[in-house]
């Protein structure tokens, strides 16, 4: 079984910084294809935010402008999102998903999301 476990997050003033992280723990991970950051604001469909694979390939949504760095440790299974220049906009639930997860011993290919944390951007 694989979870993943997300940390960060919290209330900011437009114009700050946040970092948010996430780990993907469980027997056996040889390979997560891609780990990424989706958001989901009140009333509006989950949306990409970023994504990087293990190779080392990066997708940003248009709204991400620069202000956005996604980072992931390929041996620790880990992802970040470092944000800057936060907008009130920004404001969302995000989520951590690590995709195509390749196990030892295991067949197939595994999807796991994050529990979610909120992000609040506000004066």
């Known amino acids: 079984q694989v979870q993943v476990v997300q940390s960060g997050g919290g209330l900011r003033q437009p114009g700050d910084s946040l970092t948010l992280s996430c780990v993907a723990s469980?027997?056996?991970?040889?390979?997560?294809?891609?780990m990424a950051w989706y958001r989901q604001a009140p009333g509006k469909e989950r949306e990409l935010v970023a994504s990087?694979?293990?190779?080392?390939?990066?997708k940003y949504g248009d709204f991400v402008k620069g202000r956005f760095t996604i980072s992931r440790d390929n041996d620790k299974n880990t992802a970040r999102l470092r944000m800057n220049a936060l907008e009130p906009d920004d404001t969302a639930v995000y989520y951590c998903?690590?995709?195509?997860?390749?196990?030892?011993?295991?067949?197939?290919?595994?999807?796991?999301w994050g529990q979610g944390t909120q992000v609040t951007v506000s004066s």
């Open positions: 990087m694979t293990s190779g080392g390939m990066t």
């Open positions: 998903h690590a995709a195509d997860i390749q196990r030892f011993g295991a067949s197939g290919f595994l999807d796991v």
């Open positions: 469980g027997e056996n991970i040889f390979n997560i294809h891609s």
